[in-house]
Every structure is written in C-alpha cells, then in structure tokens.
C-alpha cells in the first residue's frame, strides 16, 4: 500500500516537473521592469469574466491598386464582440515604411464616422473621454513608423465595427522590377534597451500564439494592377495567388488560402514587357503649393575588371528570436556572401545577441582557408538571449581597417528591437567612410529597422524571406557594391525655382533602379523643364522632362512627398528635439498624415454602454512563419539545462524508490 502510494506520488512531482518544463514556454510572463512579448492561453479565464471575448478582432481585408509606382491600400478590420460583456480592444499591427497614412473611417451597423487627425496626447485624451462616458471610439496610433496600433472602446456584445485606414506609397522598381510588401505581422520585439528606446514602449508588451497554433483572424486580400504599359509578369514569392487577366495591361488577383496568410509578408513582384520602366514627370497644385515627382531609369551599369580592395564587417544576429529558420536562412547567406569576396578583401565577422563576440581580433584576407573558419563558426551558431544591436554597431563601427580600403558594415538580422532610433542616431553620427548595408531576414522582418540603418548608412536595404532567397541577394549585393552605375546626380532646372527636394541629395547609384525626386516647383514658366544629369563609367548621361507635358492628376503627391520628409527627420533627427516635434506635428495636421506626433481619432456620440464597465483585451498575434517560441518572453534556459534537470529529476526519483524498497524489506 505503502510502496503504491509512493509510486503515485513520484509519478505526480514527474508529471509536475514536466509542466514546469512546458509552462516555460506557454505561461503567459508579465513584463516587469522592460517590457516584454509573452504567450497567450487561449483557456486562461479570470474569475468571473466567462463571457468575454479575448479575441474580438474576426478579419482583416486589403484593397490594393496598384498603378504603375504608386500604391493606393484600403485595409479595413472587422472587430466583433461574440461574448456578453463590454469590452476594449487593442491590436498591434505592422504598416509599410513607406505608407503615408492619409485617412480612417469607423463603420458601426449603418453609422460612418470619419476620424478627425489630431496632435497624438490631444487625440488621447479624446479617446480616454469618449471610452468613458461610455462611446464608441477608435484611435490610430503610430509606435515605430512600420508598427501601429488601433484601440476601439466600448466594442458591446453583438457588435460589428469595421475600421478602414487609407495610404499610398511609391514603389521603386529595380531591375525592371516592381515590388509591393503588405506588411503581415509585427515580431516580438526584444525589450531589453525600453530605456532607450524614443516614444511609448509598451506596446511590446504584447501577447503571441504559440508556435504551430492557428492564427484565428481571416485574411483576405484583393489587388488590382493597372499599368500604363503592358505587364509581363506577376507573381508572389510569399502566397499562392489567383489572377485573373482583364486584357495585357489589367490584371486582378486574390489569395488561393487565406489560412495563416497573415503569419508573413505578402510580397507582389511585377514587370512590364522589355523589363521597361515607368519614366517621366508628374505634378500637382495642392493649397496653393506645386508638387513634382520625377522617375528616371539610369543607364545600365559597367562592371569593372577589377574592383578594389574592400574591408567588410558582418554584425550577425544570433539572438532568440534567430533561432530556428532565420538563423539557418542567415547561414546560407552569409556563406554566399562570404564566397563572393575577392582575394584581396578583408572581413570580420561580429556575432551579437545580449553580448557579442568576434571572429578574430583583426580583419581576415578573404581566403579559402579563412572563409571555411567563418562558415565553421557560423553554423555553431544556435540562437539565444537578447537583441544588443546598438552595442554591436557601436564596436563595428570602432573597428580598426586599412586605410586605402572601402570600408563596408553589412548588418544581418531580423531587426527584433524596440529602440531603432538610438541605432539609426548612432550610425549617422559615425559614419565617416563607411558603406552601412542591411539585410534583413525572415518572414516579416522589422523593416523600419532594416531600412532606416540602411537610409542613415546612404546605402541599401535587402530583405531575405527564405533560404532559397539567399543565393540571389547575395549575388545582388555583389553586383551593387561592384560598381556604380551613375554617380555625381544633380537636378537640373530651367524656367522655375525648385524647393523642400526629397531626398535633399540624390546619392548615388549602385544599381540598376530608377531615381526618384519628390519636391515642390514655383515661379514656372512656359518653357520650364526638370531633369536629372550624372556621371557613369560611359560618361555623362541626362534626362529633361518638359513640365508642360507632364501629368498634372496625381492627388497622392502631397501625402507622398510629406511622408518622405518624415521619413528623413525619423532617421536622422533635429539636434532641438521640441523643434522636431513641432515640425512632425505641423507636417502631420497639414496633409492628414499619421506621424509619430499626430493619430487619427473616431468617436461615436451615442452614448452605447451605460453600465460603466468593460474589459480591456490585448489581440495576440501569430508569431512570424519561421520563428520559434524562442524569441518570447524572458530569455529561456537552454535545452541543455532542461536535460540536466529531468536526468536530475530521474535520478532523485531513482535514489527515492530504492531508499523505499529498503524500508519495505527491513
């Protein structure tokens, strides 16, 4: 009897200790000093709160056109309380880099109430009121310029509100490639530097479906293309689409499975016939200001017999959140890349997490026998810890390179941190003679981080969503950095004064992608042309655009050109931060844009929840495809420690059933 109760009691302290090894990566960890993700359980139920709904968002639907180079999104979401008590919600979802945010609408049954762009405290404080005085209210909130939030108070039980957001964005074609990314799904982004980090920083602490769980909102997205020119191809490397051809120039194409559609990326590639690109000028009087965009296809680009000696530093993410596909997608690119290196070039490699650690204490010569130890270090690279990237950049940043040599910090990483801004800060302040490249890696990267570090490094951003990817981004950054392809770009003008040019500089060209200047004209006269001339291994080369023949109906340059003027003062901020502020605020109620200072505020006046209570629900979100349970929550033992602690658990029940069986025959 005595020997079978025994038996039960080390069968329960097993089955205990083997739910303390699984409730390490399930339970829900509460952010305590730094914010941080933690997992949702879907059974988890307090006291008294049955009937509420903890997943009140059902869908999301995005309408895309698609015209030539700019993009126009309608991206509506559907929240519906299917439980019996009041509640608030708050959904953190990712947003282009590029998206001038222009407007917001709330639906609720027959009532359409268009939101009002307010400075971001004052739109706050309209939200706080009307939630409550018992109205039904949404906010539109930027945290990062790719990361948004949407808060809808007093959703009442039965309810179907819709929220529809509106922005643009230019799509710059490379290659004779055009290429639209809806953003799928924000990742769980390291807490670690919060006090760092510029702005609101809760939002991290956000929860995440574990792992393989099913995403429970729909996704659907609808695209329509129409090109000036006829399209040659169209095709998604991220979702398996359906098109329906209207005639060679329209098209319209829709998901084949929405099911956890939205764990990623969608990404939409798109050629026109002769891998031809849009090229021209384009403008539009607005308030009494006139706006231009100018597109010009620079020449094809020479690649010299011989390219100089080059210093490359990688700074490799190896963190928690690495672990799993990224990682190994970041093991076939950095051995593509290492294999693309001359003789004569340097490289070092700086692995970072929560620390960071070095190939060797000075450059290699990029030789066989030092590429096939940077490859062997490599791929012992598991992932784990936290995301130190500001500290990993500053020691890349210090490294010591031969003078005479171009010097080229390639950064690899999914981009899962909370204070970009301190990064991009430190990059622009300590450039020098550095090329600073990005590439970022998995699903659905933090691209506000790959791009920014990219924006303030003058260089380019690349963005690998799968290992078969990494073959050709690696081949592409070769080409890029081989030679440029036009360099020394000035504007040129005749007839009118030019103003507020986006970007200030064009810099140059390395590669073969159309340049593209936003700005702003006055004083034009009858002959008034805008063009382009810069210098390429073939000489001089330059485009004029007559301003008369150009398009004059293209209403998104505004927004456009607004959106691009933010994205330079986020990257690279005013030494007077209130002057700044003040600026992005003036910019944001000026063209109706969600900035980092303004926010879009919807308010029902009827007064719906007359109770005074409700409860306030976090929407999880899936973890991008490809990332593992190891980039949430509080860093996690490795899977060494939980060996060691079931065979120590094994032995002690061991040692215990014998000291029983000894009293049992005493």
Known sequence: MRLAIAHRLLAALFLLATATITLATTTPIQPQHNPAPYFFIESFVEEGDSGTDRLPLKATHADIQLNGFIASVVLTQEYRNEGNTPINACYIFPGSTRAAVNGMTMTIGERRIVAKIKEKQQAKKIFTEAK????????????????????????????????????????????????????????????????????????????????????????????????????????????????????????????????????????LRYQLKGEKILTGLSRFESNGENYFLLVAQPPQKVLPEQVPPRDYFFVVDVSGSMHGFPLDTTKQLMSNLLGTLNPSDRFNILFFAGGSRLLSPQPLAATAENIARANAMMNNQSGGGGTDLYSAMKNALAMNSDENSSRNIVLVSDGYISAEQRVFSLIDQNLHRNNVFAFGIGSSVNRHLI??????????????????????????????????????????????????????????????????????????????????????????????????????????????WARKRLERMYVIPEQDAKQQRENIVDIGLKYSLLTRHTSFVAVDEIVRNKTGSSQNIKQPLPLPKGVSNHAVGQPMPEPELYLLGLITLLLAIRIHRRKLCCTNVH
Request: a neutral charge; zero cysteines; glycine letters at 8%.
């Open 132 to 267: 409550k005085a018992g109205k039904s209210a949404s906010l539109l909130s930027q945290k990062r310029p790719n990361v948004f939030s949407m808060d809808v108070a007093n959703v009442m039980p039965g309810d179907v509100i819709k929220i529809a957001l509106t922005y643009t964005e230019i799509i710059t074609p490379e290659d004779g490639i055009y290429e639209f990314v809806l953003p799928g799904v924000v990742g769980p982004r390291y807490g670690g530097d919060a006090a760092q980090a510029s702005g609101e920083t809760q939002w991290i602490a956000n929860p995440y479906l574990a792992k393989g769980k099913p995403d429970p909102v729909r996704y659907g997205i609808d695209v329509q293309v129409a090109s000036p020119l006829p399209i040659g191809a169209l095709k998604s490397p991220s979702h398996k689409i359906i098109t329906d051809w209207q005639d060679e120039k329209n098209a319209s194409l829709q998901l084949h499975d929405s099911k956890n559609a939205g764990n990623r990326d969608f990404i």
């Open 451 to 560: 791009e920014g570090v990219a924006k303030a490094g003058r260089s380019e951003a690349f963005v690998v969503t799968n290992r078969a990817e990494a073959l050709s981004q690696a081949k592409r950054f070769f080409d890029y950095i081989s030679a440029p392809a036009l360099t020394n770009i000035q504007l040129t003008v005749k007839g009118l004064e030019l103003y507020d040019i986006e970007p200030a500089r064009v810099p140059d060209m390395l590669a073969q992608r159309a340049v593209m200047v936003l700005g702003k004209y006055r004083n034009a006269q009858a002959n008034a042309t805008i063009g382009l001339k810069g210098v390429s291994g073939q000489g001089e080369h330059q485009w004029s655009f007559a301003l008369q023949n150009s398009e004059a109906a293209d209403p998104t340059l505004p927004q456009l």
